[in-house]
């Protein structure tokens, strides 16, 4: 019964929307290597970064580098850095949450780790609620979750060049549609970071280098395949989705605001991602590749408060009429770090201005030192 409930809310048509996303994009949909493949993991992580409009590929350098830039991870040196966020999307239909932890080895370099879960849970399954004698039964309906998950391991060590850093990340990718469709995937991320001075810094990712791949395998039951095939489907087979490689270029800028003993300073960055699977809507666009910049601003008082701002996402968006405006997303947040604690928060929109959907981002990061030996 709490099911023919849930049928009168606003939620059931949302997630029977989202059922309906889900079994296009996982059943009709599947290129060798379809633009959007593993979108989740572009999401970003860390309120500070989401206040930067996620412009942070040169200038990250705590445990969430290892998500940003493996590089950058070189300057996570204390013993042990652990960074979590949750956050939830569509009035909390969708979930994301992110778990990162670092560890200094010293002059050998720094590991880190990073978890990520995309999921949307309780979605209605409505492909039996029509039985066999052609009547709408309730009781038929049953639940399941389209879960994205993603299991980094990254490395990053000093060069002999002052300044100079390399980095990579191991991805391992699992994704699962309830228990219709699953895959296991693969990918490889390198970077690179340069900080000549205390002042500039530069950086330069790519994500699937070698292009990331997931291996899909369907199990459906000789029912579902009878509406896929009644409804004017084709049934899926196993096979590869492909994700092409991802490069992103990062210059970050920062100046102290007066004297260096008043602790006041500002940091810009700039940041330009380039995908290589086609036509984007993005600020320049070709049927090659893709450019999207993104850009922040952080005021900050010594370690302790950080005032943050930046746009991302300027694209066209084109309204009911027909007519087509251009369009960013905005972002602001605010971070507090007291000793080896930081808190961190952003507000964003997700899609457009019309749409208005905006969230609340918050994120946590601990530093610890090695505990001393008794």
Same mark, same amino acid.
């Given at each position: 019964?709490?099911?023919?409930?849930?049928?009168?809310?606003?939620?059931?048509?949302?997630?029977?929307?989202?059922?309906?996303?889900?079994?296009?994009?996982?059943?009709?949909?599947?290129?060798?290597?379809?633009?959007?493949?593993?979108?989740?993991?572009?999401?970003?992580?860390?309120?500070?970064?989401?206040?930067?409009? &996620? %412009?942070?590929?040169?200038?990250?350098?705590?445990?969430? %580098?290892?998500?940003? &830039? =493996?590089?950058?991870?070189?300057?996570?040196?204390?013993?042990?850095?652990?960074?979590?966020?949750?956050?939830?999307?569509?009035?909390?239909?969708?979930?994301?949450?992110?778990?990162?932890?670092?560890?200094?080895?010293?002059?050998?370099?720094?590991?880190?780790?990073?978890?990520?879960?995309?999921?949307?849970?309780?979605?209605? &399954?409505?492909?039996?609620?029509?039985? &066999?004698?052609?009547?709408?039964?309730?009781?038929?309906?049953?639940?399941?979750?389209?879960?994205?998950?993603?299991?980094?391991?990254?490395?990053?060590?000093?060069?002999?060049?002052?300044?100079?850093?390399?980095?990579?990340?191991?991805?391992?990718?699992?994704?699962?549609?309830?228990?219709?469709?699953?895959?296991?995937?693969?990918?490889?991320?390198?970077?690179?970071?340069?900080? =000549?001075?205390?002042?500039?810094?530069?950086?330069?990712?790519?994500?699937? %280098?070698?292009?990331?791949?997931? %291996?899909?395998?369907?199990?459906?039951?000789?029912?579902?395949?009878?509406?896929?095939?009644?409804?004017?489907?084709?049934?899926?087979?196993?096979?590869?989705?492909?994700?092409?490689?991802?490069?992103?270029?990062?210059?970050?800028?920062?100046?102290?605001?007066?004297?260096?003993?008043?602790?006041?300073?500002?940091?810009?960055?700039?940041?330009?991602?380039?995908?290589?699977?086609?036509?984007?809507?993005?600020?320049?666009?070709?049927?090659?590749?893709?450019?999207?910049?993104?850009?922040?601003?952080?005021?900050?008082?010594?370690?302790?408060?950080?005032?943050?701002?930046?746009?991302?996402?300027?694209?066209?968006?084109?309204?009911?009429?027909?007519?087509?405006?251009?369009?960013?997303?905005?972002?602001?947040?605010?971070?507090?770090?007291?000793?080896?604690?930081?808190?961190?928060?952003?507000?964003?929109?997700?899609?457009?201005?019309?749409?208005?959907?905006?969230?609340?981002?918050?994120?946590?990061?601990?530093?610890?030192?090695? =505990?001393?030996?008794?």
């Amino acid at each position: 019964m709490p099911l023919k409930k849930s049928l009168r809310g606003p939620k059931f048509y949302m997630k029977y929307l989202i059922l309906s996303l889900v079994l296009v994009q996982f059943f009709c949909l599947r290129a060798q290597a379809p633009k959007y493949s593993n979108e989740f993991l572009h999401l970003g992580v860390g309120a500070n970064a989401f206040a930067l409009g &996620n %412009a942070v590929v040169a200038s990250s350098e705590d445990v969430s %580098a290892a998500y940003w &830039n =493996p590089a950058g991870l070189t300057g996570a040196t204390e013993w042990l850095q652990v960074s979590a966020m949750h956050s939830e999307y569509f009035a909390g239909i969708a979930k994301y949450d992110y778990v990162g932890v670092s560890h200094s080895l010293g002059k050998k370099g720094v590991l880190g780790f990073t978890f990520l879960r995309f999921g949307v849970d309780d979605i209605p &399954n409505t492909t039996q609620l029509i039985d &066999n004698d052609g009547r709408i039964n309730y009781d038929n309906i049953t639940t399941f979750t389209a879960g994205d998950y993603a299991f980094m391991g990254s490395y990053a060590k000093a060069m002999a060049l002052p300044g100079l850093s390399l980095g990579g990340t191991v991805k391992v990718i699992h994704r699962r549609v309830g228990d219709f469709a699953k895959s296991w995937g693969f990918g490889l991320d390198a970077g690179l970071k340069y900080r =000549p001075n205390s002042h500039w810094k530069f950086g330069l990712v790519a994500r699937d %280098a070698t292009s990331t791949f997931n %291996a899909w395998i369907f199990n459906l039951s000789q029912d579902m395949q009878q509406v896929f095939l009644s409804t004017g489907n084709d049934i899926p087979t196993n096979g590869l989705e492909l994700s092409l490689p991802r490069f992103i270029a990062g210059v970050a800028y920062t100046h102290s605001i007066g004297s260096e003993e008043k602790g006041f300073s500002i940091a810009a960055e700039l940041d330009i991602d380039a995908t290589t699977d086609g036509m984007r809507n993005t600020l320049i666009k070709s049927n090659t590749f893709s450019l999207d910049p993104h850009m922040g601003v952080q005021v900050s008082y010594k370690e302790l408060v950080h005032v943050r701002g930046g746009v991302s996402s300027i694209q066209q968006f084109q309204a009911i009429d027909g007519t087509k405006d251009w369009g960013v997303q905005p972002n602001l947040g605010l971070g507090i770090g007291i000793k080896g604690f930081n808190l961190d928060y952003a507000f964003t929109r997700l899609g457009a201005a019309e749409a208005g959907y905006y969230t609340h981002v918050f994120s946590l990061k601990f530093r610890l030192t090695q =505990p001393k030996k008794k």
